[in-house]
């Protein structure tokens, strides 16, 4: 299947930033594949091989499980969330839509590995100008991002209803195809590698959400997913691979400590501009480490 421009500008996007992975030692494995089907085929977990400790494959359908629902709460709740924004933007409420606008993206950005194998709507709710000939003038730029330029560079909500009411609509139709979606274990597994390298490639930079400067609130969400999915696979890492375990957990720490200085009294995030060029860099350096050792767990598992 053929990638959505916008995934085809983040892999491009990628290639500068996995330099810093190279320098930490190695590359990242592939993000899961796009697909507009609702239904994909059954689990089937494959025992680790090449000496390493085989894993119990009723483990990691169980972790899948957990994983689906895990999916299907936050995608509940990005629906529910989404009806209040597009509410406040039909209204032509500029600031109430400004103030929902990032604690609606967090559930996308959380669910993304699984929200992105649909790319029909990858493409229409989460696409950037970029994407585009005609960058935000093109009249196939919507979603997310295009509210997010009416509502903090123009700071206007005209003509956005028809937006709005899309971005609304397909949520909904995210919803239904995620209930009847069979996540396969790469999906999952590759899904905890697959986050990082999306703040690598455009959260770290500030590129995604460069008109409200919510950047942090996406970076966030990003980790909590991953870390997520590293969770529910702990028992079986542990098992297989307990050095790498450690050194994930470590990483891990560095990123949460590092933007926990950004945290506001509301629950939220600073600006991104206001993020240290120090800390910055602190952070490419452990992204660019955890993507890389991230990279590692579909091969330990034997998940293929």
Not at 46 to 55: C, D, L, R, W, Y
Request: aromatic share 6%; with cysteine; glycine share 6%.
């Amino acid at each position: 299947m053929t990638s959505t421009p916008k995934q085809a500008f983040r892999s491009i996007a990628f290639l500068s930033a996995s330099l810093l992975i190279l320098v930490a030692g190695g590359c990242t494995s592939k993000a899961p594949e796009a697909n507009t089907s609702s239904q994909a085929s059954a689990p089937s977990a494959e025992p680790a091989t090449s000496g390493k400790v085989a894993v119990d494959p009723k483990q990691l359908d169980s972790a899948i499980a957990e994983y689906k629902t895990y999916v299907e709460q936050e995608t509940d709740q990005l629906v529910d969330k989404t009806k209040a924004f597009t509410d406040a933007v039909i209204a032509g409420d500029v600031a109430t839509a400004q103030k929902l606008y990032a604690p609606t993206r967090v559930h996308w950005e959380r669910s993304e590995p699984i929200a992105e194998l649909f790319s029909d709507l990858d493409g229409s709710m989460d696409a950037r100008e970029d994407d585009f000939a005609k960058k935000a003038n093109d009249p196939n730029f919507t979603g997310f991002h295009r509210l997010e330029k009416a509502l903090f560079q123009d700071k206007t909500t005209k003509g956005m209803t028809p937006i709005a009411e899309k971005l609304r609509k397909d949520s909904l139709d995210l919803q239904k195809r995620i209930a009847t979606l069979t996540i396969k274990p790469k999906d999952m597994v590759g899904g905890a590698a697959a986050l990082i390298e999306e703040v690598a490639a455009t959260k770290i930079s500030g590129e995604e959400d460069r008109y409200s400067k919510t950047d942090l609130w996406d970076f966030k969400a990003n980790v909590d997913g991953s870390q997520k999915i590293v969770e529910l696979l702990r028992p079986s890492l542990e098992k297989a691979d307990p050095t790498l375990l450690g050194r994930v957990d470590n990483n891990f720490k560095t990123i949460n400590d590092s933007l926990t200085k950004y945290k506001t009294a509301d629950g939220g995030f600073e600006s991104y501009d206001k993020l240290t060029e120090a800390d910055r860099q602190t952070l490419k350096t452990v992204i660019a480490a955890q993507s890389e050792d991230l990279s590692k767990l579909r091969g330990t598992l034997g998940v293929n």
